[in-house]
DNA sequence: CGGCTGATGTCAGTTGATGACATCATGGTA
DNA sequence: TACCATGATGTCATCAACTGACATCAGCCG
């Protein structure tokens, strides 16, 4: 009932499917022992196909960056006048933390995959840098100076960092956001004269 | 006079040539454009060689790593006991800028070449997270908390890459261990509270 | 009907990377 | 002296990541 008889030439959402597929091989079998033509098999698609969506083998893994980046962005373009830099980098990371709160187990298993690799560390600083640049340029649009934005931006990063790991390590004690208020707590204390 | 008749098989220091060759052939040509068939070719090598030397094509860029990483942290343990963290993270990454303010020309030509290209860029995110870990290492070992450690590691990190970027692009004016000492003074603003 | 478009497939080729095995000056040792 | 171990290098074969050129064909639109 309801059902679609046309019959659609592909299945559905061909970017979903491989990585679904991709992450799941990758936990299974480790990144390195899984090849581009096997994800594309179990998603029902073509090696070709693969790199027609994802630049490379690990992008796959990261194709929720773009909506982290907004979410950073909005949050400290909101954030009052009379907030500081720093304030509204608090904030933004906040944000994140709030909705990576959710999507809890989905983002420990991304962590694993990743910690188990050495390619997918590197791939995941790129973003890291990715997201503090994104940052950096929010803040900016605030009229933070240079230094100050990509200070600001890399320190609340490490921030973020910190907060993170503490948060996968911790079994189910701990809420990220209040995490990171803690650890940007510490960097205020690391900073301040004696 | 001096000169040593015995015939040696093969020309000395092979590494060493590598990394010039590559060195070389990424500037003229750019880091896609050059294989590294052609890189030991130049060197008088072979392929097979340089990935006994380098564990990948980006690897020869990255050789002077491991001595940065003593100088960080052999400053760092030399600290007297009365400095705080970033106090001897500061002083560590003064000591490594003395170090490339030397070798000035070179450390441009390096970073240019980096700059021309993302996968050597990812490398780069990489080199520096390393030194910022065993920065952290190193305050650990002073009886710095966990996340006091990292979070002050990192924190330099980005001093340091603040003011690494000053230096390259402002010509010749600036000295590198001045610029690092004014980044640092302005992290210190950022994070005071208000 | 007929042509255009977009998502996918097919195929061939380049290159980075690795394992297995060969070569052979040097330097010590029987 | 003869011999052997060693280490740096070379040769060969192979895999898998990626890329470019071209083919296919359902659905849509005029």
Do not use: C, H
């Not at 559905?12 to 480790?30: C, F, S, W």
């Not at 027609?52 to 373009?77: I, N, W």
């Not at 500081?84 to 944000?95: I, Q, R, S």
């Not at 994140?96 to 188990?116: D, N, P, T």
């Amino acid at each position: 009932m309801g059902y679609d008889r046309r019959m659609a030439r592909w299945q559905p959402d061909g970017r979903g499917r491989l990585v679904q597929a991709a992450l799941a091989l990758y936990g299974e079998r480790g990144f390195d022992n899984t090849t581009v033509a096997e994800i594309a098999a179990r998603a029902g698609l073509t090696e070709r196909t693969f790199f027609r969506y994802f630049a490379d083998k690990r992008e796959v893994l990261f194709s929720g960056t773009p909506a982290l980046r907004d979410l950073l962005v909005d949050t400290v373009a909101r954030a009052p006048d009379s907030a500081t830099p720093l304030d509204a980098v608090g904030a933004a990371l906040e944000a994140v933390g709030a909705m990576l709160q959710e999507r809890r187990e989905g983002a420990r298993q991304r962590a694993a995959v990743i910690a188990a690799n050495t390619e997918l560390q590197e791939r995941e600083l790129v973003k890291m840098a990715s997201l503090a640049r994104a940052l950096a340029d929010a803040l900016r649009g605030r009229r933070a100076g240079e230094a100050t934005a990509t200070l600001t931006a890399e320190a609340g990063i490490a921030v973020f960092r910190v907060a993170f790991d503490r948060w996968v390590e911790g079994g189910t004690q701990g809420e990220l956001p209040q995490l990171i208020r803690e650890s940007l707590a510490e960097l205020r204390g690391v900073t301040a004269a004696r």
